[in-house]
């Protein structure tokens, strides 16, 4: 799965970031060849195709997608926050080196293995202190914490991408949003999830995308605001039919 020494991909983080760099944190992680992937809304392109090598064919954020992660969360930091979906951790990492005060939900902290690997990963990159985790699936672990009066000023979705999950993960994450607050998606390539962002818009929510390799998004409300990004002029990633006429 690792890509051989002479693949042309590269890193690119908008210029306009504040950049961090968690890789030693993440001894599993390699730079993998997207083609050994089979999900069918994954585009390829210039930019590297982060995985861990443990778990098969599924990929991190790439290096620019979990800047946006770590410079929106330092917008928010002290701030009460949420991600649903974490995987391994590596945006998880990125979030929490934000300063937040970070909620995790993923039924992958049922396997003792990957429980430990994330949480040790947390651990090394020294910003762990401020993350609570819940083995479950969202809806459900995302109202039962609600209900016990979590509120949230920061989101992340990356989880479920078939629908309607990530429309059910929009509707309950709504629900228990803070009055100013800001909600990323990743994987907008997916129709699916992009449903997810036009709910939130329907329901009178800011949106805009941002134009990295899956495509992430954000919708925001009150007096949260958006970081700004820069894409990669070198990129010539098409926006697909189902995103067209968004900002």
């Not at 930019?47 to 992660?69: M, Q, S, T």
């Not at 080196?97 to 429980?115: E, N």
């Not at 309607?164 to 390539?189: G, K, S, W």
Request: charged fraction near 20%; glycine fraction near 8%.
């Amino acid at each position: 799965m690792e890509i051989n020494q002479s693949d042309t991909r590269y890193d690119y983080i908008s210029p306009n970031f504040r950049q961090i760099y968690l890789d030693d944190s993440f001894p599993n992680m390699i730079a993998g060849d997207p083609t050994s992937s089979n999900w069918p809304h994954l585009r390829h392109g210039p930019h590297k195709w982060y995985c861990d090598k443990r778990a098969g064919p599924v990929g991190f954020l790439n290096r620019d997608e979990a800047h946006i992660l770590y410079n929106t969360a330092l917008q928010f930091a002290g701030k009460p926050a949420l991600e649903i979906g974490c995987f391994m951790g590596w945006s998880a990492g990125h979030l929490a080196a934000g300063g937040i005060d970070l909620d995790i939900i993923d039924p992958l902290f049922g396997d003792p293995a990957v429980k430990e690997s994330v949480l040790s990963s947390l651990s090394r990159t020294g910003f762990s202190g401020k993350i609570r985790w819940y083995a479950g699936t969202s809806p459900d672990v995302v109202d039962r914490l609600g209900r016990q009066g979590s509120r949230w000023e920061l989101i992340f979705i990356d989880g479920n991408h078939d629908f309607p999950a990530p429309v059910q993960d929009a509707v309950v994450c709504e629900r228990y949003a803070a009055t100013d607050a800001l909600i990323l998606f990743h994987d907008m390539n997916a129709p699916a999830v992009a449903e997810g962002l036009y709910y939130l818009r329907d329901r009178g929510w800011n949106v805009r995308l941002y134009h990295t390799a899956q495509i992430m998004a954000a919708a925001w409300r009150g007096a949260a605001l958006p970081v700004d990004h820069i894409p990669d002029p070198k990129a010539n990633w098409p926006i697909p039919e189902h995103l067209r006429g968004l900002p």
